[in-house]
């Protein structure tokens, strides 16, 4: 991954993004689902690079875990631990 610290690297991607984005059939578009994920890319400037080189970014419905209350996290762990279940 040290290699997507590189700038280099990243222009001649976004580059190559660029060139081939427009023989796609419609817009490109991508959805992150993650909330880390939407943190790092507006961190890192990569929804504005993205949408230079074709691509929408569409931020997502969450994470299942980071979406899930805690309440549904803690009935899933009552059920394996006590009633040896599979979940």
Known sequence: ??????KN??????SDIRERAPSLPGPL???EVCG?????IHRYGLKKMLSRAGISMLS???CPVCIT???????AIDLITEN????
């Open 9 to 14: 690297v990243i222009k001649g991607l976004l």
């Open 69 to 75: 209350p805690n309440e549904i996290h803690e009935a």
């Open 1 to 6: 991954m040290r290699e997507l610290r590189n």
């Open 36 to 40: 880390t994920h939407t943190m790092v």
């Open 60 to 62: 997502g419905p969450g």
């Open 84 to 87: 040896e279940n599979f979940i």
């Open 29 to 31: 578009k991508i959805m």
